[in-house]
């Protein structure tokens, strides 16, 4: 067996043809393309196949992927892969870097060194920050839960990592009453409980209200949120951070995708203050349009990270880089700096503020185009996100389940106080107004349908 060129080839002919067909076919698979799948749930051959074999078999079920990678998928804040991203993801596939220390890759710790500089940079934290890349934001936001619980108990005189949490002072959480469910979980894995938190009540947008904020104090962790996964709303980070400085508290942000804003002028004032936190939790593979999967965590003072992370085994030889085994939960990952360093240096900073401003400006349009056909969107827009009802609760499903069985675009279903809504994400590079356009001529066809 070998790898030959004809192999790599193929694979690569192959995904310019998928790329190509994202344009023109429908976002979500049908049920057809999905059934079809079954035809590959076979016992374990006794005897292997060919790679080429293999890879066309694979092809022919390229029907049954959801087209999150084209132009028109506005689920889940789901960014679509930039072309240099692929195309080094494609090479750096091939290098198989193993980024667990510089004795297993140079080239891997050294590229997320630069990127995650450069996003440190990009999303306007202080200097002295560092971080690492995560799988994604629901492990960033543990590593940053981890990194105040050490600095937190370290504090109190309690060495965490060696003693555990039982028997060891308490910390108090506070959250607002719109985090994200990620966070909740990541609280569940950190220890401190999901349940076991104080909830700050949050306005008709979902931002926390500095003013029902709690008297916090030095054990006291603050979560707080950039971008609302329903709304897009951010919470009021420099009251919010001022509040904690004053009172010795630390500060962790979700910032998944709204910490974006921050890479464009135009929409920087939407996160003023989330550089006075301690900890930032951020998606790649959302609006940095890298593939899945890819989050970062920042640490204004790294040493926390390490103190919840490092790692000690004879075995483990040191190099003369900063480790990341040491400030991540894992040890062995793919080389996720590569392909975020490859994004970067194709958009530049002018191209990140362009493709983070289009996507709101998408959103904008989208918003506009609905309530002239009647509709009512429900969230400011002030982002990236539309929260539209369609009529009342009965009518709002029923329009969400026919237009993601239209095919011309995929948007999920969210609640947003009390109301059903259907949830529209823009984050892809790949989306032009003119898809928003297209989008909107579903809508009107669908509920035209609907009515009939
Ligand atoms: C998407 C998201 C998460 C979870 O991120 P994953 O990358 O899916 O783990 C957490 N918080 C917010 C605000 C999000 O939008």
Known sequence: MSISPELLQEAAALAARYLASLEDRRVF?????????????????????????VL????????????????RYFGFVTGGTLPAALAASMLSAAWDQNTFSSVNSPVGVRMERIAIGWL???????????????????????????AARHALLARQGWDVEARGLFGAPGIRVVVGGEAHSSLFKALGMAGFGRERVERVSVDGQGRMRADQLPPLDERTLLCIQSGNVNTGAFDP?????????????????????????????????????????????????????VSYDCGAIFVRQPEHLAGAFAQQAAYLL??????????????????????AWAALLSLGQSGLADLIERNCAQARRM???????????????????VLVSFGDDDFTTRMIAALQAEGT????????QGRSAMRISFSSWRTTLADVDRCLEAVARVSARLNA
Request: contains cysteine; aromatic residues 8%; hydrophobic residues 45%.
């Open 29 to 53: 698979p049908d049920a057809q393309a999905i059934a079809a799948l079954d035809a590959l749930n076979i016992p374990l051959p006794a005897d292997g196949q060919s790679p080429l074999d």
């Open 56 to 71: 066309r078999q694979l092809n022919a079920h390229a029907g049954a992927s959801v087209a999150s990678a084209g132009p």
């Open 120 to 146: 440190r940079a990009a999303l306007g934290l202080p200097e002295g920050t560092d971080g690492a890349f995560v799988t994604g934001a629901t492990m960033a936001n543990f590593s940053g839960l981890l």
């Open 237 to 289: 980070a420099a009251e919010l951070c001022a509040a904690a400085r004053a009172a010795g508290a630390w500060v962790h942000v979700d910032g998944a995708f709204g910490i974006w804003a921050t890479a464009s002028p135009a929409l920087r004032h939407l996160t003023a203050g989330v550089e006075l936190a301690d900890s930032w939790a951020t998606d790649g593979h959302k609006w940095l349009n």
């Open 318 to 339: 040191r190099g003369e880089d900063r480790e990341p085994y040491d400030f991540t939960p894992e040890a062995s990952r793919r080389a996720r700096g590569i392909e």
């Open 367 to 385: 918003a506009a185009g609905l309530q002239a056909q009647g509709f009512a969107v429900l969230n400011e827009v002030v982002l990236n996100q």
């Open 409 to 416: 675009f995929w948007a999920g279903s969210s609640q947003w």
